[in-house]
């Protein structure tokens, strides 16, 4: 029993930092999915009537002026009593080290940082640690070390707008190139076609084949 008790309680303080973290300093994205829409019978993330447009522009309002998570849902619910109401939040996963280990970059020597050594690395770990323990997620890590060393310090680009572009225009380009020679070569062969199949003697040199063929002919 005590084993048990342990493990629980070990896993309540491990999760806690996150946990407050995340009512303090809650996001929009967060809520909307922890207010349910009883008109649309959905979460404010997947509503887009009305009604879901103007809590939204409420709630940013009220993370603007500094409310947490628990205040945000009171007053949201407290306001649109009659279309929402408020979910309970998700159990937090606590971020990791290792969770970011393969998917962060040493700036030194461009390999991740679970099969770096270099000091710059062991910094960044650092970092890292410092920011799990004062109870950011794995995304806000991401974002402070984007703004500090750019987006090259995460191992792969993140696949939207301009890096969007990046992974796709290869492909787009090979695929454009395959078509163009795959056209080419379809022009080539109509172009060639018509001259081999409907090629026409010159009357003069077909009268004087006939004349030698006859002539071979009674010979």
């Known amino acids: ?3 048990v008790f342990a493990a629980v309680l070990a896993a309540f303080l491990l999760g ?3 946990a407050l973290a995340s009512e303090r300093h809650p996001t929009a994205a967060e809520i909307e999915e922890e207010i349910w829409c009883n008109d649309c019978k959905k979460t404010l993330a997947e509503a887009n009537n009305l009604t879901a447009r103007d809590i939204r522009i409420y709630l940013t309002k009220l993370i603007a002026a500094g ?17 929402v109401k408020a ?3 998700p159990p937090v996963q606590r971020t990791t080290l290792a969770d970011l280990e393969g998917e962060v970059m040493c700036p030194v020597c461009n390999t991740t940082l679970d099969q770096s050594s270099s000091p710059a690395a062991r910094q960044i770990e650092a970092f890292i640690s410092r920011r799990i323990a004062a109870g950011d997620t794995k995304d806000q890590i991401k974002a ?10 995460l191992a792969a680009p993140p696949k939207k707008g301009f890096d969007l572009l990046a ?4 492909f787009a380009g090979l695929f454009g190139g395959a078509l163009v020679l795959g056209f080419l070569a379809w022009r080539w062969t109509q172009r060639r076609g018509p001259t081999l199949g409907g090629a026409q003697l010159d009357p003069a040199l077909e009268r004087r084949v006939d004349e030698e063929l006859a002539r071979f002919d009674e010979g």
Do not use: C, N
């Open 16 to 18: 806690a930092p996150a």
């Open 144 to 153: 402070k070390l984007v703004a500090d060393y750019g987006p090259q310090i």
């Open 87 to 89: 979910l309970p939040s």
């Open 167 to 170: 992974w796709v225009l290869p």
């Open 1 to 3: 029993m005590r084993l």
């Open 67 to 83: 409310d947490s998570k628990s205040e945000v849902k009171r007053k949201i619910v407290s306001r649109y009593w009659w279309h």
